[in-house]
């Protein structure tokens, strides 16, 4: 998840693809351009910001669009369906997360901020109100059952979290699909 600039005097394609498919951001041969090295730190750094914004606002992206590298990919992916996998596990917490992808909590929190700019305990957050969104989407039942499937024990909160993470109540959200026919 941090960027790594590779620099050497090595003038290789088979070591440049493969340092490029295990996770180097950028390999650069010597003698290299101080402008043209500046310039692609900017544009990595730059990249990441608006790669968090895409993943908080966005409907329903692909992962393999999101991220830069393939294990990236993964990461999240691994992670999204293992908070889906234990949405009715009431004891579920971030140690639990921690534990299935083998980090510590500073680590996966470093980790998912830098990715998504989110913490664990959003991340768990966010994952489940998109199950939420969808369960709304797909299936006519009352929204308080829609809280407690997506792994909420206090429907109030959900309804606070829901609009705070959508700009809408979950009822407000339901009004908006009935008078677009579904569309959003």
């Keep these: 998840h941090i960027p790594i600039f590779m620099l050497t005097v090595l003038n290789n394609s088979v ?6 498919e295990n996770g180097i951001t950028e390999y650069m041969e010597k003698p290299i351009d101080l402008d043209l090295l500046l310039a692609k730190m900017t544009n990595t750094l730059t ?3 608006k790669l968090r914004k895409k993943y908080l606002h966005e409907v329903e992206v692909e992962n393999a669009e ?5 294990r990236d990919a993964d990461f ?3 992670l999204e369906s293992f908070v889906i996998e234990q949405l ?7 140690h ?5 992808v083998g980090m510590s909590r500073t680590s996966l929190y470093m980790k998912l901020k830098n990715l998504v700019d989110l913490s664990p305990q959003d991340f768990i957050i966010h994952i489940r109100l998109r199950y939420a969104r969808k369960l709304l989407r797909e299936r006519d039942i009352p929204i308080k059952s829609v809280a407690y499937q997506s792994g909420f024990t206090n429907p109030k909160y959900f309804s606070t979290a829901f609009k705070k993470n959508f700009g809408m109540s979950p ?10 026919n579904g569309a959003v």
Aim: aromatic share 10%.
């Design 47 to 49: 990249w990441q910001v």
């Design 66 to 70: 999101k991220f830069r590298n393939k």
């Design 76 to 78: 999240i992916s691994k």
């Design 15 to 20: 070591q440049k693809l493969e340092s490029i």
């Design 171 to 180: 009822s407000d959200y339901l009004k908006s699909l009935e008078s677009n």
């Design 96 to 100: 639990d997360l921690c534990k299935h």
């Design 88 to 94: 009715k596990n009431e004891r579920f917490s971030v």
